[in-house]
């Protein structure tokens, strides 16, 4: 079993910092396994396989844009969160349910797919990339997680209906040939973000039991 939050819009930094609250909880058996959904004001973050390359625009184009930039102890590269784009932060026991961590990423990303197959969008999985994948080509969800002492943080960020015109300003992922895209882009109509976001709760529900 689960519990579920949903924190709103939150600063990334405030968001980490509450992370690893929940974190030292959980370790110290006061909290169950807790899924967290929110979003963030517009922010670059880079993670600990990345770094600055795959961030294209300079110090004073991302002030212009709006968009900060932080270094976070998270796996993967480089990825960008703005509002309307669901944030997801499953910050999981996983002694309680599998302590595989390749196994946990692919239970995330079944669960992006089950959410956004109500839409009738059919999403993947690409061999050797993390993420869910429209077509094996466009992103639609990056994957980025932190294991401590077998509780995990950090987790997801599914595009719904955001800015993906800021994605410009990096290499998403690192990858430079395939492209981002969104539930909007995909459907070519409005997505509201409270609904998307009870489709991934019952979707972590099910299979996280």
Not at 56 to 83: K, Q, W, Y
Not at 157 to 183: H, K, W, Y
Request: proline share 2%; hydrophobic share 40%.
């Amino acid at each position: 079993m689960i519990l579920l939050e949903r924190w709103g819009l939150i600063e990334y930094r405030q968001a980490w910092e509450r992370q690893r609250q929940y974190v030292q909880e959980i370790q110290a058996g006061k909290r169950p396994s807790t899924l967290v959904l929110c979003e963030h004001p517009s922010v670059i973050t880079i993670g600990r396989a990345g770094s600055r390359v795959n961030v294209l625009c300079s110090d004073d184009e991302l002030s212009r844009r709006g968009i900060a930039l932080v270094e976070t102890d998270r796996g993967g590269d480089v990825t960008l969160h703005n509002p309307g784009q669901l944030v997801g932060y499953p910050i999981f026991d996983l002694s309680a349910f599998r302590q595989d961590l390749h196994w946990f990423v692919r239970q995330i990303e079944q669960c992006i797919i089950e959410a956004i197959r109500q839409w009738g969008i059919q999403g993947g999985q690409v061999s050797g990339l993390t993420g869910v994948w429209i077509e094996q080509q466009r992103k639609i969800c990056a994957i980025g997680i932190r294991c401590s002492r077998w509780v995990t943080s950090h987790g997801f960020a599914l595009n719904v209906a955001n800015d993906l015109r800021q994605f410009e300003c990096i290499v998403p992922c690192g990858i430079a040939d395939r492209e981002v895209t969104s539930m909007e882009r995909e459907l070519g109509t409005a997505v509201a973000l409270e609904d998307v976001a009870s489709a991934v709760e019952q979707a972590f529900c099910a299979a996280f039991r």
